[in-house]
Each structure stands twice: as structure tokens, then as C-alpha cells.
């Protein structure tokens, strides 16, 4: 009779009316609590964050203004305080990564995706992946025993030597400074370039390169006429997540950048950028609004990152539907 | 057709392949330039000393980094224990009960918060906790390192309880069990090897985190292990304060200690990937 029942759609509805009182959905409301409010941490913290900075920032905001942005000098005897070299430094120090990284990472994943065999796929694809595990620290230690010295000798006095006239690459050769900075982070954006600019590229449907191959195009033309076009928007999300990672990135620029605080035509001088001053300032800042100046810093720093992450998820989400292809 | 702008042709193709694979070649040539480096390096002056000694006095030589060792362990223990269990409980939500504007929302902040630069995490954290409480300490830095696994721990969470087929919960839901025992009891087994892949890879780029612990941990040349008492070592922190000091003896530490932790982040991740392979 029961079973009978069960059968028909009036019994199920019965069914699933009784299931409120069953003993199991007490831990299910606790565990959908639970497990929402772990859910909605990510969001509370994400607010917290933004918050926090503001509020500690707020001496330095009401005492500078807008003068703390164009300020450029960076003075803690004097009390005074301007950004404008480190958002200078740290702009300039990101744009010099992505120039010497973007090539080579493109380059790269064109390869991983498009030329290599599959026997060399898996193993220089994990090859490349371990490069992003080499933590920054000590990619500093090397860029301070090995990058720099060559940096300064033979690169700085050579590209000296024979560009010198352009003011980019002139003056003292250090070693020490934004072009090291710069060539550091290209090695620390190209895994993360490289990985997702392969999957984006790997995302392209096979009829796309085969159409072009059936025109009569080599290789080369398959790849730049129908591979790189179809994913565009996917590698422009690849190259600006490698930018946001270029901004923040703090130990290996702040062990090879020189420690310089001035605006200066010059790739070859010491400079700063907002994530080095406030790695290498942070334990000597004695009073308020030191400490105040330094997390507005942050604040900033925060901000040039978020713009710039945002604009690149909602590329790289937009290609690639599902979320999972893309990680950093 | 004309025979020269197919030789053209032919001669761009040849040179923009060959160009991409030097490049790809070239990357793998930095890894391997950098890991042999340190390698080198680091070996010549490891010794077992090294791994169970205190700092000796500055410009003495010889010494250990016990106490930065010991630390690194703490912080990253105290770190996975607040960061994992959350990030798995919030891939969970996003997996099986968020709706598409919530979940869409959490999984963009979340992608958002992997972007903020650590230090910036570490600058948050010393506000946070560090004033709040009046003194640098471990508490702190695990804290701050559990916020930067969280949003990794969540997001791949995620996507390992998403490969979990449906017709499995439906079968468990079928049985009369209810959602929150086929979450535990069937969906989380099923993803375990994923989500442990997750937690090792959140784990490995915790301990390599430097920016956030100059602000929380501090760095201390003494033995402490107090959760809330006062500032921690940290094997990051000592690479980079003996990395920039003045004496040979601590740049050779310095190596040391930069080969045991990439030693050590890369057994992890390396871990990590073959526990997924082996399905």
C-alpha cells in the first residue's frame, strides 16, 4: 500500500513535506551555517582589509591629502612624506618585467602548446610551473650574488657603451637598481604568464588550426593567424595578472633595487618602489605618522593591484567560461 | 604564388618556431641556473650543525638556525590549522550551496585576494593583531600566512568537490541520508586526494612567505615558541636578514638555509602534483 503511494506524485510531495521534522535536518541547517559563514569569511575579510588600511592610514591622509600621490620627497628627519618616486619605482620597475617577460612567456607557451612533441610537454610545463615555486626570498639571494654584480658588468656598461646616448641608459653603472628590479621580476612573472597564456591556448578548438592549416599556412601562420587572434583577450588577462604580481612582488626587488628614493631618467640608479619601502622601512619607522605614511603606502599599493586584478579576472573569465582554468 | 614569398614565408615560420622554442628553452635555463646556484651553495655549507644549533654570536662562526627552523614549523603549523579548515569549509559552500550571484561574488573576491600583494596582508595582520595585542608574535604571523591560503585553499577546494559526479550525492541523498552526512560522509572522500592537493600547495607558498612575517613574526635570534609571547623566527625572514648582513658567515648560512627551503617547498609541491596524477 505504502509503496503504492510512493509511486505517485502525491506521494512524493508527502514525502518531502515530512522531511522538516526528520531528526537529519537539524545538522543540516548547523552545517549550511557553518559552512556559509565560512563561505562569506572571504567576503567579511576582503572588506576588514580595505577598512583596516584606511583607518590606520588616516594621520597620514588628513595631515598630507593629495600632496602624499605627487609628493616627492620621502623624508623621516623631516617629517615629511611624499609617494611619488615609489609609484614611480614600482610602475616603472613592472613595466621594465613585463617588457623583457611577455616575449619569452608568450614564446614559451606558444611552444608548450603548439610546437613541443608530447613527450616534452608535461615535463617542461612542470619545469616551468617550479619556477613559480622558488620563493622570493630566495630568488633575492641570487639576484644579490649573481643578477646585480652582472647586471651592473657587462650589461649596464655595455648597453652604456653603445645606447648611451639615450638617457634610459645612461649614468653610473651600480648594478644594483631598477633595471636589476626589472629583470628580477621578469623571471617572477614568466611561470604565471607562461601557464595560463598555454591554457588559454590550449582552450582554442582544434577545427580553428585546422581551417588555417587547410588554406595552405605554414605553422608560423597557424599559429599567429588563428591560435593568438582566437585567444586574445585571454593572454591580454594573462599579461595583466603577471602585471599584478610584478606590482606586489616585495623581497627579490627589494634586495636588488638599491634602496635609491628619487625620480630619475636612468634605468641604471638605485630606486624603491611601494612594496620595497615598506619591506625595508617598516622596523625603523619610530613614530605615528611614519608608520601612518608607510600603510597608506600599502593602501595605494592595495589599490594599483586590485584595479588592475579585477580588469584581468573579468578577461581572463570571460574567455575561459570556467573559472578553473585560470590559477596563478 | 611567386617562388620568394614562399621562401619567405618558409623562412618566418622556421625563425618564429625556433624563436618560441629558445624561449621556452631559456625559461627552463633560469630555473635550472638558479637551482644549481643554490644548490651549490647551499650544500658546501650545510652541515648538521646547521639544522640543530642556535645563532652563534655575531661574526663567530659556525651556529645554526634551530630556532628559524623550529619557527618556520610553528607559524606554517598555526597557519594551516586556522587557513586550511576554513578554505575547505568555504569550498565547500562555494561547491554545494552557494547560488550564482553569491557564489560568483565570493569566487571573484576571493580571486581578488590572492592578487593583494602579501606584504599588504602583512600590514593588515600588524594593525589587526600586533597593536591589538601589543607585542610581535606567532599568533600573528599565522594568522597572516592563513590568510593568504585561505582564498588558494577555497578555490581549488572548489573545483575538486565540483569534480565530484552528482549521480554520487544523488545516490547518498536517494538513501535517506541527509545533505550535511553526504557532504561529510561521501562528497569530501571522494575529493579527499584533490583537496589535501589544495592544502600542500597552500602550505608550500606559505612557507616560502617573507613580506608578511616582517611585520607579524618579526624574526628573533633566541629559541621561542610562545604562540602570543613575542617575536617568532622564520626561515624566509633569517635568508633575507643574513642575506643583506654584513658578514661571510651569515651570507653562507643564507645559502644554507635558501637550499633547505626551496628543499623543502619543492618536496611539497612536488607531493602535491603526484598525489593528483595517480588517480
Not at chain 2, 569530501?188 to 600547495?201: C, D, E, M
Not at chain 2, 613574526?217 to 629559541?223: I, M, S, T, Y
Amino acid at each position: 500500500m505504502r509503496a503504492e503511494r510512493r509511486r505517485t506524485p502525491e506521494g512524493a510531495a508527502a514525502l518531502t513535506i515530512r522531511r522538516p521534522w526528520r531528526i537529519g535536518n537539524a545538522g543540516d541547517a548547523v552545517s549550511r551555517a557553518v559552512f556559509a559563514a565560512m563561505g562569506l569569511s572571504l567576503l567579511a575579510l576582503a572588506a576588514l582589509l580595505l577598512y583596516e588600511l584606511v583607518f590606520q592610514s588616516r594621520l597620514s591622509i588628513s595631515t598630507f591629502g593629495w600632496g602624499f600621490i605627487t609628493g616627492t620627497r620621502w623624508d623621516a628627519a623631516a617629517r615629511e612624506f611624499g609617494a611619488a618616486p615609489a609609484i614611480y619605482g614600482t610602475i616603472v620597475s613592472s613595466v621594465i618585467g613585463l617588457v623583457l617577460g611577455v616575449p619569452v612567456s608568450i614564446g614559451a607557451a606558444i611552444f608548450l602548446s603548439e610546437i613541443a612533441p608530447p613527450w616534452l610537454r608535461n615535463p617542461f610545463s612542470f619545469l616551468v610551473e617550479m619556477l613559480a615555486a622558488v620563493p622570493s626570498v630566495v630568488l633575492g639571494l641570487w639576484g644579490i650574488y649573481v643578477l646585480a654584480p652582472w647586471v651592473g658588468n657587462p650589461v649596464e656598461t655595455s648597453l652604456r657603451d653603445h645606447v648611451g646616448f639615450i638617457p634610459l641608459f645612461n649614468g653610473p653603472a651600480f648594478g644594483f637598481g631598477m633595471l636589476a628590479a626589472g629583470l628580477i621580476l621578469s623571471i617572477m612573472v614568466l611561470p604565471i604568464i607562461t601557464a595560463i597564456s598555454r591554457d588559454v591556448m590550449l582552450a582554442v578548438p582544434t577545427s580553428q588550426r585546422e581551417a588555417m592549416a587547410a588554406l595552405g599556412a605554414t605553422k608560423w601562420e597557424v599559429i599567429s593567424g588563428a591560435v593568438l587572434p582566437y585567444c586574445r583577450s585571454g593572454l591580454v588577462g594573462a599579461v595583466i595578472l603577471g602585471l599584478g604580481r610584478a606590482l606586489g612582488e616585495t623581497m627579490a626587488v627589494t634586495m636588488v633595487i638599491g634602496k635609491g628614493y628619487n625620480i630619475s631618467a636612468s634605468l641604471f640608479q638605485p630606486a624603491s618602489t611601494a612594496a620595497s619601502t615598506l619591506a625595508s622601512e617598516f622596523n625603523e619607522a619610530t613614530y605615528d605618522l611614519y608608520i601612518s605614511a608607510l600603510v597608506e603606502l600599502a593602501l595605494i599599493l592595495m589599490g594599483i593591484t586590485l584595479l588592475v586584478n579585477v580588469l584581468a579576472r573579468l578577461l581572463v573569465w570571460r574567455i575561459a567560461r570556467s573559472p578553473g582554468l585560470v590559477r596563478e | 604564388m611567386s617562388t620568394s614569398t614562399y621562401q619567405r614565408r618558409r623562412a618566418t615560420n622556421a625563425l618564429m618556431l625556433s624563436l618560441c622554442s629558445l624561449f621556452a628553452f631559456a625559461a627552463v635555463g633560469v630555473l635550472v641556473l638558479i637551482l644549481g646556484f643554490v644548490l651549490a651553495k647551499g650544500i658546501s655549507s650545510l652541515n648538521l650543525d646547521f639544522f640543530i644549533h642556535m645563532p652563534a654570536p655575531v661574526g663567530e662562526p659556525g651556529g645554526g638556525v634551530a630556532n628559524s627552523i623550529a619557527g618556520s614549523f610553528f607559524t606554517v603549523g598555526l597557519a594551516s590549522l586556522i587557513g586550511i579548515p576554513a578554505g575547505i569549509g568555504a569550498g565547500v559552500f562555494l561547491s554545494e550551496y552557494a547560488g550564482h550571484r553569491l557564489g560568483d561574488v565570493i569566487r571573484f573576491t576571493a580571486d581578488v585576494l590572492t592578487g593583494v600583494p602579501s606584504i599588504v596582508i602583512g600590514i593588515f595582520v600588524y594593525g589587526l593583531v600586533v597593536l591589538k595585542m601589543g607585542n610581535f608574535s606567532a599568533l600573528a604571523a599565522g594568522i597572516a600566512l592563513a590568510i593568504i591560503m585561505l582564498p588558494i585553499v577555497a578555490r581549488s577546494s572548489e573545483e575538486m568537490l565540483r569534480l565530484v559526479p552528482h549521480s554520487q550525492r544523488e545516490a547518498a541523498l536517494a538513501l535517506g541520508i541527509s545533505r550535511w552526512r553526504t557532504i561529510l560522509s561521501v562528497v569530501i572522500p571522494v575529493a579527499q586526494r584533490g583537496l589535501v592537493t589544495g592544502a600542500l600547495l597552500a602550505v608550500a607558498r606559505a612557507a616560502g612567505e617573507t613580506a608578511p612575517l616582517i611585520f607579524t613574526a618579526l624574526g628573533n635570534r633566541f629559541w621561542s615558541l610562545s604562540i602570543t609571547g613575542g617575536p617568532i623566527d622564520a626561515l624566509p625572514l633569517r635568508i633575507w636578514r643574513y642575506g643583506i648582513g654584513p658578514y661571510d658567515e651569515w651570507h653562507q648560512q643564507a645559502w644554507a638555509a635558501s637550499f633547505v627551503l626551496v628543499f623543502t617547498v619543492f618536496v611539497i609541491s612536488l607531493a602535491a602534483r603526484l598525489l593528483l596524477r595517480r588517480r
